[in-house]
């Protein structure tokens, strides 16, 4: 039981250079988030999904895409990495509306 | 609009002393409330929710409804609790899903 386990670790990227961050959980969650970490900023929602085939824009969802085609995976896509969104990358799970987040461990993203 | 204020950035404590990191909301429905905590290295995790009520590694949080705050209180640090704490507020629990509005974080550094 791996719980929340979120692929690459680490990545640069040019600026205009697209890609996607992997987000897989094996606790049959249904809701699933992508937060970003900045410094002074705390955590902020991106995009979220409540169930497989459905995803909804979270708090600063501008210069992302996501998809959830499978219950167990939550994408992550940039389509023209910009320097603003060097950052970490947190995906996390619950089952219900009450229960705890379960987080990955995030991606550190580098933007230059 | 929903609203978490952390206002101490760094908290430095010795071993022993009483630890308080405050945590103030802003939400016009009826709260849940949650400290998250992040230990070096490792992934964000629940330390503990106030409808739980319950003590963790010593931690204790009451909300208090009157001054709209979650503070989080142990009276006496260990080194080990040295880490990031992040006060999250549950908001949208009407809608049937939940979406954490994180605090920008408090990080505690507790001295031998």
């Known amino acids: 039981n791996a719980g929340v386990t979120q692929t690459p670790k680490f990545r640069v990227l040019k600026t205009g250079q697209s890609m996607t961050l992997l987000c897989a959980q094996d606790?049959?969650?249904?809701?699933m988030y992508w937060y970003r970490q900045d410094p002074g900023m705390g955590l902020r929602l991106i995009h979220y999904?409540?169930?497989?085939?459905?995803?909804a824009k979270g708090e600063v969802p501008d210069g992302y895409n996501v998809s959830r085609l499978k219950k167990q995976n939550f994408l992550l896509g940039l389509e023209s990495a910009a320097p603003s969104q060097t950052s970490v990358y947190f995906c996390?799970?619950?089952?219900?509306?009450?229960?705890?987040?379960?987080f990955g461990n995030g991606t550190r993203l580098t933007v230059t | 609009a929903q609203r978490v204020t952390q206002p101490e950035k760094l908290l430095s404590v010795f071993k022993g002393a009483p630890v308080e990191l405050k945590c103030n909301y802003s939400?016009?429905?009826?709260?849940?409330l949650f400290w998250y905590v992040q230990y070096s290295r490792q992934r964000l995790q629940l330390l503990l929710r106030?409808?739980s009520r319950e003590s963790i590694k010593g931690f204790t949080a009451d909300l208090n409804k009157g001054e709209t705050s979650f503070h989080l209180k142990k009276p006496f640090a260990q080194e080990e609790d040295s880490a990031m704490y992040y006060c999250?507020?549950?908001?949208?629990?009407?809608?049937?899903?939940?979406?954490?509005?994180f605090g920008t974080g408090t990080r505690l550094l507790v001295s031998p």
């Open positions: 106030h409808i």
């Open positions: 999904s409540v169930g497989e085939g459905t995803t």
């Open positions: 996390a799970s619950t089952q219900s509306y009450n229960s705890p987040l379960h």
């Open positions: 939400y016009s429905g009826s709260p849940e």
């Open positions: 999250a507020l549950g908001a949208g629990m009407n809608t049937g899903f939940q979406k954490l509005v």
């Open positions: 606790m049959n969650h249904e809701y």
